[in-house]
């Protein structure tokens, strides 16, 4: 029996591009693409695919929300991520959602789909690139104890960010100028590797800065 596989981008063009290229697989078929959150849930629900396999940072696929609620309504249904995103938080997020897999897009396609056959036999399987990311924090966290790099007022920038003050506002907060707000903004991003508010606001999120 064939690998039932629901392939989620918001990118129709890559969506189609793998289907074809899964035309070539004996035992992996994609019975059904979507491109919206709200489409995965309604297909899946139809279909019940074996695997989700998905982009989870773009902006109307929340990856880790779609995890989340595969795992309470359709627990056997097994979501993998297949994505260019490469942030520490939203892997973390991932894999505490449940996630069964975290691929890479730069991948070869030979490489994706054998790691979806071992998903599907019931192993959990990270890129090479992930793994080295988490082994690397993991090794930096025993040496530093995860010092937080940013300074005091960073970090209070940091939680206006997060609750969706504007540079003005938080400007006027601290009686400082627009341009020094900006460039503690630009600090906060470099030192956290940010590379969009969205991803602030889920570490904020995640490490209870906000709620």
Not at 158 to 177: C, P, V, Y
Request: charged share 30%.
């Amino acid at each position: 029996m064939k690998i039932k596989l629901l392939l989620a981008d918001e990118n129709k063009l890559f969506r189609t591009l793998l289907t074809e290229r899964f035309l070539t697989t004996l035992d992996i078929e994609v019975v059904a693409e979507a491109g919206k959150f709200k489409e995965i849930l309604e297909k899946a629900s139809l279909i019940n695919p074996d695997i989700v396999l998905t982009e989870i940072d773009s902006p109307n696929l929340n990856g880790i929300e779609i995890t989340k609620s595969l795992q309470k309504k359709m627990p056997t249904v097994k979501v993998v991520a297949l994505t260019n995103s490469f942030e520490k938080g939203i892997i973390k997020c991932m894999l505490e959602a449940k996630a069964w897999g975290y691929l890479m897009k730069n991948e070869s396609f030979e490489q994706i789909r054998d790691n979806l056959r071992k998903i599907h036999s019931g192993k959990k399987i990270l890129s090479p690139d992930v793994q080295n990311l988490l082994i690397d924090e993991f090794i930096d966290s025993k040496g530093t104890k995860n010092v937080n790099p940013l300074t005091k007022r960073e970090s209070e920038i940091l939680k206006l960010l997060a609750e969706g003050k504007s540079i003005r506002e938080i400007s006027e907060t601290f009686f400082i100028s627009i341009k020094t707000t900006g460039t503690h903004k630009q600090n906060i991003f470099e030192k956290m590797g940010f590379s969009n508010l969205t991803q602030l606001v889920r570490y904020a999120l995640k490490d209870g800065i906000i709620s």
